[in-house]
Every structure is written in structure tokens, then in C-alpha cells.
């Protein structure tokens, strides 16, 4: 069944209730003495609703006070439920079930326990009344002092367990609530019915056993890997018992200090390393795949913890190398199997994209085996949290995907650390209502919530949406969940295309405060596409004579950029990475422009291209290369190589759309600093590894190029083939010479 579609009746027909009439009510809402505390939260926030709503004060009385014949709205699987309803048996409802009824003058609201009650409350609200809770702090109250219902018999369990959107708003619990999700990071207290919680959350192999603890006298304990035992990003050996006593012994102790937790995750290390000792190894062959000895090893840890724990379930993981089901093993009666699709593609179907066919095979294979079948889902760039990331179109059918699979859990995970990341609330909003109920329609969905949240904007965002999903689906590329940029598929015009309609969002936005901010918030992924980029794209527009709608001045704009996202509390631009720390990297990529080099003035600008050295690969920075302040350089910066190496440890790959171009005349504007008068300074080159040969190299003297002054070393004029790079390295003669600089790198058609 699907939910009711939001609609505020004004008008009376035939069973519908009016709840008030200009602001005044005859119902009172009803409690049963015996209510949790999550059904006397949702009679609380009914209340509180219903009074901002009708501006009419609802009382909230116990039931056995209020008469049967007073109109009432009742709260809870109460007597005055049961009496209403004798066919449904509250005492075995599944806990996230909701009934929204009506029965004569009568609303009822009731689910399971413990959230069931409030979920049918939020459902009423949301879908009958209109309420609409866009983020932790911005919500859409209606306004209807008359207030009319329509006769209602809704019974609704959700297919979904466990909802879990990985968002850092969503981490609030009353929000998180609201939004009928329930997971680990979802600190909902049990006033608003709680969440589930998973002692050690994941990858607990080395929580259980550190290495620092016990490897020194139990080496065999951990992974042997090239015939040694190891501890160095490592697993543990599943066919040593002793291990797996002294693990289950840890486990136990896990759950005796908090037993209500419900699950204990016993899973992998978050990286590769399995065993490969004899014992594991026949395991793995007998079962044809890794995930037979981990599940062999799991289930018997969920055995021992059922013994003292019967209600405790045993979370592991599918994933990496563990993804593809076992020919033998099958889960434990309490354990839980958490699919990841770290290595799909997420702009295509799950179902159907033809990059995804693997893990539909191990999806498919783990459906038929596991019947507590969880899916840990990745719906963020972990590399670049800030970038466009065009995956809206996939969230629903990967959903149903998941559900028709028969998972019954779902951990969404989302931008967590980046309150700016690509359109984060509309992700968490449309991600948690699809959770709850995979039949929703998404497009409408999305924008429901575009013109909600972003009121008159509303057009020419979801005409930006559509033109970045455009472009990915048209480019052919992947989409994974961790990439560096957006080269392989939003291109200079998409981006001009982008800024416009960002552009007309703002305007239309401009005579409203909020509505404004929240553009200005949702541009941020669009602004750093640019800053991600920049001076590539201002290169292709000149070189290509196209239009450029990026910024006109980098400096003044990345400055900006910073304030701004330090003005909406950013937090990190990548898992882990702290937005601070990204901060040089992006003004050094934003310098102001300089004078061209002599051979290019009077040049047309198509004509030559300039490539400093914040475009530069600068190998080992620690000890081989470093960009440093240089006030002789063009631009006030050059890398700098000592002499006491001779590693190509300073690079420039050539990218397509310079070798597009022809035959280039390359230069290399170097100097040496040198402790003698004469001898070799450094070498430079190009190399194409394709080819494995040399385009070009010189030996450039200390007589040529250590005279204080930068030099421009011709390499000759050049057809570059993919992959081909500029190189310069030093001679490893630290007697003759203290170092080499390079300030810059240039072309000339």
C-alpha cells in the first residue's frame, strides 16, 4: 500500500472530522495510563502541532478520565484502541507499525512499540495536515484554524527495520525522528522511541583483539601473509580456536556492560589482509570465496553469545573481499549480513546499469542465503564530499532494489562531516521518505522539497539537477564513491550552463532572506566544481574560444568561498579531511594571474598556454621537491629540488586537451643555485609511458642556468601522446650544486 498524499480538507464530506473550527476544538487527545514515554511524546507533539496549526489548545488527558462519547483523538494501542479495533493484536505488532483510523467522531493513532505510535503521529501530520520538517531547524507549518480531516484507515509496516540516513543534520534525534529514521548514529532518546545501536558499529577484528595487546604472544592469532604472521593492515586467522575463545570472551563482555544494545558487530578490518595460512585457505577453497570461512567463524562467535544472550543479534560484513556469498556456509539464526556496494557505480541502477553487474550476482546470491540481509549503501564522493554528485536518479530504484532482495536493513551513508556537500538536506529528506516507504515517487519528491525549501528558486534548481544528471548519463563515466574531480564528466559548457541557472536561482530568491541563504548554500558544490578546476577550465575556454562563466577573478573568488563556508560551519570537505586543511591547496590553485612569459606577448591568447607550478605533481615534498615562496619567480612561488637526488620528482602531465592541439613547443623556465662555477645542474625531458621512450632531454650546465636569474629551456616542438609528461630532476651532486627551482612550464602552438 502506499501512504496518503498531503491534503488539508477545508470542507465536510461524508466520515470526515472537523478537529476545529476558527481556532477552537471539542477533541481532546487520550492516553493510556500504562503509554511509554515515546506515546506520551507523540500525544506532546500532536498537541503542540495541532495548536500551531489551528491555533486551538488540544488537552491531553489520560483515557480513563475522558468519556467515550467526548470526540477524542487517541494516542497509543490503548483500551479505547483494542476496543475499537478487536481484530488487531497490539501485544505482536511489529515495532514500527502504524494505524491511522478513523471511526465515528474518532481519530486514532497507534502503532507498534516502541516508535510505532509516534511514526503514526509524524505520518498524520505529514501526510493528512501538511507538515513538512525540511532539516533540524526549518520546518512548513500549515495554517488552518478550521481544520477538516478526511475519513482515514491507514495500517502500514515498513519493509525497511532499519533506516539509517548518514547525514550530519540527521544525526539530531528529534529530527532524526521525525524523519521515521532509527539508526546507529541516530541519537534519538527514548522519549522519541530510540535507535537501534551496534556495539563496536563495524570493523571490530582489531577492536576485539588489539594487536598492541595480544600479537607479541599470540602472532598466530593474526593473518599470515607471505608465510609470515602479521599484524600490519592485517585480519585475523578464523581457524585458530584460541583466538576465537578469547575474541567471544571480549565480545561477552562487550554486551554485559550494555546489553540492551540489541547488536554486536563482529566483521572485518576496513582494508584487505586475510589470512592465508594452510587451515584458511582450505576453508576458503571448499567454500569458493573468503565470506564462507568469515561466516563459518561468525556464526560459531554467535553461537557462544546466543547461549547467554538469546536476544543478541551478530552483525558482520560483506565487503571487499568478503562480498561474494559462500557455496556452503549460511548466517546464523542471529546473525545479520551487511552487504556493502562500495565498488558500484552509483550513477546507474543498481538493477539494470551494466556497470553494475557484479554486485547484482553477489546481491542475488546473498538474497537466497541470508534472511537478515542489511545493506550498507555509499551516496557520497568520499574523495571530494563538496562536488556535484549526480545520484539522485538511482536512489529510489536502488531502494526497491534492496527491498525486493529482501534486505530488511539500510544504512544510507551519506556526508556526515560536510553541512555543504551536494544538496545534503534534499538528500537526507527524499533518503529517509524513501527508506520508509519505497513506493514514493522520487521526482515528486524532489520537488516537493525544491519548492519548499527553496520557494521561488525552485525551477532553476531542478533544471540544474537535471542538466548535472544529464551530463553524467551522456559522458559514459562512472560514478564512483570516491573521485578527485569532475573531469570525467561535467564538462566547460555544462558548467556555464550551471552557473546560469544558479544565476537565475539567485535572482529569483534575492527578495527573501532565508530562501536566499539556502541557495547560496546549495551553490557551494557548483563553486568549488570551479575551484576544483581552476585553471584548467579557464585554459579549455581560452584555448577553445568558448565562453567562461567560472570565476573572473580566482583569488577574490576562493576567498570567498572560504568565508562562506566557514559562515555555514562546513566541517570537512572529504571523509577526514578537516575543511581547514584544504584551505592552501585551494588559494595556491586561485593565484592571481601573471605576465605572460617574453616569447608569448603579442601572442593571441589561443595561441599559448602557461602552467605554474600549482599545477605541478611534486613527488615526496618531505625530501625530494616542495613548492616554496621565490620572490625571483613569476608569480612569487617555484618547486624546489635540492641536489642530493636524482629522482623526476618534479612533473607535468599533459592533458588531453593540449595534446588535442597539435605539435606544442614546450618550455621549462628553470634556475640552479649552484656552490661551483661549472659542471651539469639538473636534466629535464618529456616521457611517454605509452610508448616507453623519451620525446625529449637535455643536460642543462651550472654556466647555463645558475646566474640568479630563471632561464626558458627549449625541449623542441612536440606531439604529445596520452599519458606523456614534462620532467626535471637534479644530478645527485650536492658538492657542486644546493638546488634546482622551476617557476613555470609553457606552450606555444
Not at 131 to 140: A, G, L, M, V
Not at 235 to 252: G, I, S
Request: net charge negative; proline share 7%; charged share 20%.
Amino acid at each position: 500500500m502506499s501512504l496518503l498524499t498531503t491534503i488539508v480538507f477545508l470542507h465536510m464530506t461524508a466520515g470526515s472530522l472537523q478537529l476545529s473550527v476558527d481556532g477552537t476544538t471539542p477533541y481532546v487527545i487520550t492516553l493510556a495510563e500504562d503509554a511509554i514515554p515515546a506515546e506520551r511524546t507523540a500525544a506532546s507533539e500532536l498537541q503542540h502541532y495541532l495548536g500551531r496549526i489551528t491555533g486551538a489548545v488540544f488537552p491531553v488527558s489520560p483515557e480513563d478520565e475522558v468519556p467515550v462519547d467526548v470526540p477524542q483523538i487517541v494516542v497509543g494501542p490503548s483500551a479505547r484502541f483494542r476496543g475499537a479495533f478487536p481484530m488487531i493484536d497490539t501485544t505482536s505488532l511489529p515495532g514500527d507499525t502504524i494505524f491511522i483510523k478513523t471511526q465515528g467522531q474518532q481519530l486514532y493513532l497507534a502503532g507498534g512499540r516502541p516508535r510505532g505510535t509516534l511514526y503514526a503521529v509524524y505520518t498524520f501530520l505529514e501526510d493528512v495536515v501538511g507538515c513538512r520538517w525540511w532539516t533540524s531547524t526549518e520546518d512548513h507549518v500549515p495554517v488552518v484554524p478550521s481544520l477538516v480531516i478526511p475519513p482515514l484507515d491507514v495500517a502500514y509496516t515498513p519493509n525497511l527495520l532499519y533506516r539509517e540516513a548518514f547525514y550530519r543534520d540527521a544525526f539530531d534525534g528529534v529530527f532524526a525522528a521525525r524523519l521515521k529514521c532509527n539508526g546507529h548514529f541516530e541519537k534519538i532518546p527514548a522519549e522519541y522511541g530510540g535507535h537501534y545501536s551496534i556495539l563496536g558499529w563495524c570493523h571490530t577484528f582489531y577492536q576485539l583483539l588489539p594487536p598492541e595487546k595480544y600479537f607479541a604472544e599470540h602472532p598466530d592469532w593474526y593473518s599470515e601473509i607471505d608465510g609470515n604472521r602479521t599484524c600490519d593492515r592485517a585480519q585475523l586467522c578464523l581457524t585458530n580456536e584460541a583466538m576465537r575463545a578469547e575474541l567471544t570472551r571480549n565480545a561477552l563482555e562487550w554486551i554485559r556492560k550494555d546489553p540492551s544494545a540489541g547488536i554486536i558487530s563482529i566483521s572485518q578490518n576496513d582494508w584487505h589482509g586475510r589470512c592465508q595460512c594452510a587451515a584458511c585457505k582450505a576453508v576458503e577453497a571448499e567454500e569458493e570465496a573468503p565470506s564462507g570461512l568469515l561466516l563459518r567463524f561468525v556464526n560459531a562467535v554467535a553461537g557462544d553469545i546466543e547461549r547467554e544472550f538469546p536476544d543478541m543479534w551478530v552483525e558482520t560484513l560483506a565487503y571487499q573481499y568478503t562480498r561474494s556469498a559462500p557455496k556452503l556456509a549460511r548466517p546464523g539464526k542471529n546473525v545479520i549480513v551487511r552487504l556493502c556496494t562500495i565498488e558500484c557505480s552509483f550513477c546507474q541502477p543498481l538493477e539494470t546499469g551494466t556497470q553494475n553487474e557484479a554486485f547484482r550476482r553477489d546481491i542475488d546470491a546473498w538474497s537466497a542465503v541470508a534472511p537478515h540481509l542489511y545493506i550498507w549503501d555509499y551516496v557520497t564522493n568520499f574523495s571530494q564530499s563538496l562536488l556535484p554528485h549526480p545520484n539522485l536518479r538511482v536512489l529510489a530504484p536502488n531502494i526497491r532494489f534492496f527491498v525486493e532482495r529482501n534486505a530488511i536493513g539500510l544504512f544510507e551513508q551519506g556526508d556526515a562531516g560536510c553541512a555543504c556537500g551536494d544538496f545534503v538536506a534534499l538528500r537526507a529528506w527524499v533518503l529517509a521518505h524513501l527508506m520508509w516507504n519505497p513506493s514514493r515517487d522520487p521526482n515528486a519528491l524532489v520537488s516537493e522539497f525544491l519548492q519548499g525549501y527553496y520557494g521561488p528558486a525552485a525551477e532553476p534548481l531542478r533544471e540544474y539537477l537535471d542538466l548535472v544528471h544529464g551530463a553524467i548519463e551522456t559522458s559514459g563515466a562512472k560514478l564512483p564513491c570516491y573521485l578527485p574531480d569532475t573531469s570525467t564528466w561535467l564538462t566547460l559548457e555544462d558548467l556555464n550552463k550551471a552557473t546560469a541557472l544558479f544565476d537565475a536561482a539567485g535572482r529569483k530568491a534575492s527578495g527573501d532572506a532565508v530562501f536566499s541563504d539556502r541557495v547560496r548554500k546549495a551553490r557551494m558544490a557548483l563553486d568549488y566544481a570551479w575551484l576544483n578546476r581552476h585553471p584548467a577550465l579557464s585554459r579549455q575556454a581560452r584555448l577553445r574560444e568558448l565562453p567562461y562563466l567560472g570565476p573572473a577573478d580566482p583569488a577574490a573568488f576562493c576567498e570567498g568561498f572560504i568565508a562562506t563556508a566557514e559562515r555555514f560551519d562546513i566541517g570537512n570537505y572529504r571523509e577526514g579531511g578537516a575543511f581547514r586543511d584544504v584551505i592552501p591547496a585551494l588559494r595556491s590553485r586561485c593565484r592571481p594571474p601573471v605576465r605572460p612569459p617574453a616569447e608569448c606577448v603579442g601572442k593571441a591568447e589561443r595561441d599559448w598556454v602557461d602552467i605554474q607550478d600549482n599545477e605541478f605533481q611534486v613527488h615526496n615534498a618531505d625530501t625530494w621537491a616542495a613548492i616554496v615562496d621565490d620572490a625571483k619567480a613569476s608569480d612569487g612561488k617555484a618547486a624546489r629540488m635540492p641536489a642530493d637526488h636524482t629522482q623526476w620528482a618534479v612533473q607535468y602531465s599533459i592533458p588531453r586537451e593540449l595534446s588535442d592541439l597539435g605539435p606544442l613547443q614546450c618550455f621549462v623556465v628553470v634556475r640552479a643555485e649552484a656552490r661551483t662555477a661549472s659542471g651539469t645542474a639538473f636534466n629535464l625531458g618529456i616521457y611517454a609511458p605509452g610508448q616507453k621512450a623519451g620525446l625529449a632531454q637535455k643536460a642543462v650546465s651550472i654556466e647555463d642556468s645558475a646566474d640568479g636569474t630563471y632561464h626558458s629551456i627549449d625541449l623542441g616542438r612536440q606531439s604529445f601522446p596520452p599519458g606523456a609528461y614534462v620532467w626535471i630532476a637534479p644530478c645527485n651532486n650536492p658538492d657542486q650544486m644546493e638546488a634546482v627551482y622551476i617557476d613555470r612550464i609553457f606552450f606555444i602552438r
